[in-house]
């Protein structure tokens, strides 16, 4: 299996959780959104998370999204490695900083890195938010909806060239 273009999340929300599938809830609609304004498919690309389980707190009968710790992070990183070895993407996007931590490992501050093409042992990387921090903002959405689509439009770039 090749994809030439990785994205990489933090990790299942509640949707996905019960789906068993990565980005199917709102983050993936707005994901889906971004990648059609960049001229991308779903098809044309390999979506996973950094952890493969939803952390997330009961309040009552909601299950409440915790953002999961450096740990869980390390413990899922070999099956990160194992998808990136299967997939061999020319570039991988990290959506947000736990799965630029996840990817570079180690911190990473989005708003240094973004825009930057990193070296990962030789993996080419692009950092961004992730999508579910445009459904958080209250203010300049779309702004920053455009700057997402633009951030995906150039990975794809590289990735076209690189592949």
């Not at 959780?17 to 993936?28: E, K, N």
């Not at 997939?87 to 990473?108: D, F, I, N």
Request: aromatic share 6%.
């Amino acid at each position: 299996m090749h994809a030439p273009l990785m994205l990489v999340g933090e990790q299942p929300g509640k949707e996905e959780d019960l789906a068993g599938l990565p980005f199917v809830g709102p983050a993936g609609r707005m994901l889906d959104r971004a990648l059609d304004t960049a001229g991308i498919t779903r098809e044309e690309v390999f979506v996973t998370n950094a952890v493969k389980h939803f952390r997330f707190r009961l309040r009552g009968k909601k299950r409440i999204h915790q953002k999961p710790s450096a740990g869980q992070v390390e413990q899922c990183r070999w099956w990160l490695a194992k998808e990136l070895e299967k997939v061999r993407p020319a570039v991988v996007v990290a959506m947000g900083a736990t799965a630029a931590r996840s990817v570079l490992q180690k911190p990473v501050l989005i708003k240094e890195a973004r825009g930057r093409t990193l070296d990962a042992g030789g993996m080419v990387v692009r950092v961004t938010i992730h999508p579910s921090y445009l459904l958080r903002l209250r203010e300049n959405r779309q702004q920053e909806f455009e700057r997402f689509a633009s951030d995906l439009q150039q990975a794809a770039d590289l990735a076209r060239r690189g592949s």
